[in-house]
């Protein structure tokens, strides 16, 4: 059995690209895959960062945590958001078990730790924290050999959205350098001072969001020959040397386990889903403040406007949607909603309708989308808190759900929220050697193994709760 446990999460990292195309030419990945086992991890749905790592770090699915994604609805009301921060996480997560049974724990940038809560150890937190002006490390006093070691630290690219991809690959190569030489810094210093050590890069899942199309022939805007064609290729090369140089650092009682919380594929286009539900006839605005169609159409078809900003006629809306990696559709319920429309003994019939509807969607080419539509209730153990009424996978993700409405059409190429190529795979990565053990090769497993796995590698017990399922 291991004694410690040393876990690299890169967000967003794509098993295609670590374990089949690029695999020769990442050393110390392969190093690790030979050594142990390896293969894509299916990740939660949906596949997004808030929540899958606090999913994969508990053992509880999304509708068990109450939280769908970073922001979701603070009660029925049509406008109140909750932001999910660390403050929504009622279960601990495996350094807080570790924790508690005396185990000493180093954690740097993993997802949904802000507002820092106290650990045996060191806790730096993530990109979801307003800057560094805040207390975003535990003890507090750690912020200061933290800006010895990399002077401003950077928590995350500053605007990843841009069309300047010169900046963009400088920010990502400044935030991935600092974040691995404070790691590096801590496993110099602090090398009989852990039992559990993890860090998450943010670098994968900024530069595939931002440079994917530059990248992939698949990419309907891929351009062979442009200047940035290497540029994913070249920074999971840099990734690939500074993980051999952490590598060089570990005991040698260490277990590690490199993991993502999903990957990445190209992003075919945009769905516009409140416009969709407009022309089925869903939703509806006041005074026809914008609708496909009316006399006020050339006036602001074209420009995507958020849907919060326009005025929402509930009396006649049965359904409004958000926009992101993947579509939240919300039904406007009687007695449920302040101005709900739904018949309750109808909320199932007019779920089966979209569900149909949506599921039947074609694309710009005539062909089916190949659109996934689930039930929360379908897909969770428990519900808690308020999930969307249905969560949509347009073409099975390689299209995102566009939130705003304006554009006058259903179907768009550009990003409502700024230039993004890429959409989230379902399927992630791990790679998991353990010492003495030989590895088991290439195998499939679940976010729901991670946890267990983590857990039997540091010596200490599960929850009942938690599956039967291992890595190994």
Same mark, same amino acid.
């Given at each position: ?8 999460? &890169? ?47 508990? /053992? ?23 932001? $999910? ?10 350094? /807080?078990?570790?924790? $508690?049974? #005396? ?57 990843? +959205? ?7 690959? *400088? ?42 199309? @530059?990248?992939?022939? *698949? ?5 062979? #020959?442009?200047? @940035? ?20 650092? &570990? ?67 049965? $359904?409004?949607?958000?926009? #992101?990696?993947?579509? +939240?559709?919300? &039904?406007?319920?009687?007695? !449920?909603?302040?101005? #709900? ?67 006058? *059409? ?11 190529? $890429? ?14 053990? !030989? ?5 499939? !497993?679940?976010? *729901? ?9 540091? /010596? ?9 399922? !291992?890595? /190994?």
């Amino acid at each position: 059995m291991a004694n410690k446990l040393f876990v690299i999460g &890169l967000d967003c990292a794509d098993p295609e690209l670590v374990f089949d195309r690029w695999a020769d030419e990442l050393p110390n990945f392969k190093k690790l895959m030979d050594a142990g086992t390896y293969g894509e991890l299916e990740s939660t749905v949906p596949p997004i960062t808030v929540p899958a790592w606090t999913c994969m770090l508990t /053992g509880k699915d999304p509708g068990e945590l109450g939280f769908y994604g970073f922001r979701n609805r603070a009660n029925y009301s049509y406008e109140q958001m909750s932001i $999910a921060t660390s403050a929504a996480i009622k279960f601990p997560r495996v350094w /807080g078990r570790a924790s $508690a049974a #005396g185990k000493k724990v180093i954690v740097i940038g993993v997802p949904q730790t802000y507002p820092p809560r106290p650990v045996n150890g060191l806790l730096v937190t993530s990109f979801l924290t307003p800057s560094t002006f805040s207390d975003y490390t535990y003890p507090k006093e750690f912020k200061a050999e933290i800006a010895q070691v990399v002077g401003d630290y950077m928590l995350d690219v500053r605007n990843f +959205r841009t069309e300047d991809k010169d900046y963009l690959l *400088r920010q990502i190569y400044e935030m991935t350098e600092k974040r691995c030489k404070l790691v590096k810094h801590l496993l110099r210093t602090r090398a009989g001072e852990w039992d559990f050590f993890m860090w998450v890069a943010m670098g994968p899942d900024r530069i595939h969001h931002g440079l994917w199309k @530059y990248t992939d022939p *698949r990419h309907p805007k891929y351009e062979p #020959g442009n200047p @940035y064609e290497n540029s994913i290729h070249d920074y999971y090369q840099y990734l690939d040397r500074e993980i051999g140089e952490m590598l060089e650092l &570990l005991p040698d009682d260490a277990a590690v386990l490199v993991m993502s919380d999903h990957g990445a594929q190209p992003m075919m286009g945009g769905i516009c889903i409140n416009e969709w539900l407009m022309r089925e006839g869903y939703l509806t605005l006041v005074d026809g403040e914008y609708m496909p169609g009316n006399s006020r159409e050339s006036t602001m078809a074209g420009q995507p406007i958020p849907l919060e900003k326009v005025e929402i006629d509930w009396t006649k809306t049965k $359904a409004w949607a958000a926009g #992101g990696y993947y579509g +939240r559709l919300f &039904l406007n319920v009687q007695g !449920r909603e302040p101005n #709900g429309v739904i018949p309750a003994d109808q909320y199932e019939a007019t779920r089966d309708e979209l569900i149909e509807k949506l599921e039947g969607m074609i694309g710009p080419d005539g062909k089916p989308l190949g659109t996934r539509v689930f039930r929360p209730e379908e897909v969770y153990r428990e519900i808690n808190n308020i999930p969307p009424d249905l969560i949509i996978y347009f073409g099975n993700l390689a299209w995102r759900s566009v939130g705003s409405v304006g554009l006058g *059409r259903i179907y768009t190429f550009e990003n409502d929220t700024g230039p993004d190529d $890429a959409n989230h795979a379902q399927e992630g990565m791990f790679i998991l050697v353990e010492p003495g053990k !030989r590895g088991g090769g290439r195998v499939k !497993r679940t976010w *729901r193994a991670i946890a267990p796995t983590m857990l039997d590698l540091l /010596g200490l017990p599960l929850p009942a709760y938690m599956d039967d399922e !291992r890595l /190994g």
